[in-house]
């Protein structure tokens, strides 16, 4: 999408999370296996973050429970809409950015 909808001002940034299999595994061994995963996306398709707060930081800061979770932000840099894990909805994050994407 971000090849796509770029010159219209979209923007995708994943944020990974340390994981308590990340914890158990070490930080090293964590970041090598974010590192081959993300190795294998086309690297223009998005911005990519490594967030290593414990869980309970950020799972109160961003309201969910799990992960992962998805947030579509509008041109305001306001939140639209936040999808958790249990809402979890492709088609409908899709359509949502398509929608703010063609709002000017």
Do not use: C
């Not at 595994?25 to 414990?54: N, Q, T, Y």
């Amino acid at each position: 999408m971000q090849k796509e909808l770029g010159k219209q001002g979209f923007i995708a940034i994943s944020v990974h999370l340390l994981t308590p299999i990340d914890n158990e595994e070490g930080l090293v061994k964590a970041k090598k296996k974010a590192e081959s995963f993300l190795a294998r996306l086309d690297p223009s398709d998005m911005i990519h973050i490594w967030l290593d707060e414990p869980d309970e930081l950020w799972m109160k800061k961003f309201g969910v429970n799990g992960y992962p979770a998805q947030f579509v932000f509008n041109r305001t840099n306001k939140v639209s809409k936040k999808f958790p894990p249990e809402e979890e909805d492709a088609n409908a994050v899709e359509s949502l950015i398509r929608r703010l994407v063609s709002e000017k």
